[in-house]
């Protein structure tokens, strides 16, 4: 398997810009997690998805952000508008099945920029 | 609510030395317990965890860790260091459900030669 997949790896953009990231879980597992990593706040839950369905999205900072996940291979993060202080690494983490600790199987992440 | 504490943002041990990396977590519920390592540039990668029996538990790379309920600790170990073992560590902690896991700061190891 291809491991969990994350596009883009890198993406600058300015303030006011809407930004899309975009993660693809390993196949066949049913939840999906967005983390936030900053040197400030270390690594910060922001949403999770269990079989496509939003369960808990109460680390989500603000309304600027949103996250969907139409099926069971994609999701996307969105911010819209961007500001600097979104500057982070976004990582997207899957696991097999809720209910159970297998661990996580993270992403290689997205370094967001705003400028 | 559930919480992690690592004590030590650094830590530096010479390469063939014991490693040891501090975790202390908070939890109303028998927790799930993990230890995640991050190397430059990448995601986090599962080192081990426990979850029921055995309270010594193996991962890859040489590290162990043991959970110690009466002191709320889940220090991870490995006997002699490598080169290639400088990373950051996170300790997580997850409750019963396994829904939502929370990190710890992390612990930068660094590896003298």
């Known amino acids: 398997d291809a491991g969990v997949i994350q596009s883009p790896r890198h993406e600058v953009t300015e303030m006011g810009q809407e930004v899309t990231l975009r993660c693809k879980p390993i196949?066949?597992?049913?939840?999906l997690f967005w983390y936030r990593q900053t040197m400030m706040r270390g690594l910060e839950l922001l949403i999770y998805?269990?079989?496509?369905?939003?369960?808990?999205d109460s680390g989500m900072p603000e309304d600027r952000f949103s996250a969907k996940m139409p099926n069971a291979s994609f999701s996307t993060l969105k911010i819209q508008p961007s500001e600097p202080r979104d500057s982070a690494v976004y990582f997207c983490?899957?696991?097999?099945?809720?209910?159970?600790?297998?661990?996580?199987?993270f992403g290689s992440g997205t370094r967001l920029t705003v400028v | 609510a559930q919480s992690v504490t690592q004590l030590g943002s650094h830590v530096s041990v010479s390469e063939g030395a014991l490693v040891l990396l501090r975790c202390n977590y908070s939890?109303?519920?028998?927790?799930?317990l993990f230890w995640y390592v991050q190397y430059p540039n990448q995601g986090l990668q599962l080192l081990l965890k426990?979850?029921?029996?055995?309270?010594l538990v193996k991962g890859i790379n040489g590290f162990e860790a043991e959970f110690k309920k009466s002191e709320t600790s889940f220090h991870l170990t490995k006997p002699s260091a490598h080169m290639s073992d400088a990373a950051e560590y996170f300790c997580a902690v997850s409750d019963t459900g396994g829904f939502k896991t929370i990190f710890g700061a992390g612990t930068r190891l660094f590896v003298k030669a």
């Open positions: 983490a899957s696991s097999p099945e809720q209910g159970y600790p297998y661990g996580y199987t």
């Open positions: 426990y979850t029921t029996g055995a309270t």
């Open positions: 939890s109303s519920v028998p927790p799930y």
């Open positions: 196949s066949g597992h049913n939840s």
């Open positions: 998805f269990n079989n496509n369905v939003p369960i808990d």
